[in-house]
């Protein structure tokens, strides 16, 4: 079955920076575009970033661009999200997800946050 695995959140200060990671299982990773999505605290979830199967395209929110960096490693099945000049409104619990055949799989989220 498809499994999303995220982890390297934690506690940052402001200007700080994470990297995030996703490990996938049971499906063919180098054949989807994987989506990074971060949701916070009394706020709908958000589409933060996304790579094309072959990482040779990718996009990202406003809000992310320039501090934000999607990739991913098809011979480890993994997406990552490096995220530098983290700022307080970073703060989310963030998923990476994967649609198939028309079904959205996501992961158990991980919680980003950012304070002083």
């Known amino acids: 079955q498809v499994q999303l695995v995220e982890s390297g959140g934690g506690l940052v200060q402001p200007g700080g920076s994470l990297r995030l990671s996703c490990a996938a299982s049971g499906f063919m990773f180098s054949m989807y575009g994987m989506r990074w999505h971060r949701q916070a605290s009394g706020k709908e979830r958000e589409l933060v970033a996304f790579?094309?199967?072959?990482?040779?395209?990718?996009s990202y929110t406003d809000s992310v661009k320039g501090r934000f960096t999607i990739s991913r490693d098809n011979t480890r099945n993994t997406v990552y999200l490096q995220m530098n000049s983290l700022k307080p409104e970073d703060t989310a619990v963030y998923y990476c997800n994967v649609a198939i055949e028309g079904y959205d799989y996501w992961g158990q989220g991980t919680q980003v946050t950012v304070s002083s």
């Open positions: 790579i094309f199967p072959t990482g040779g395209g990718v």
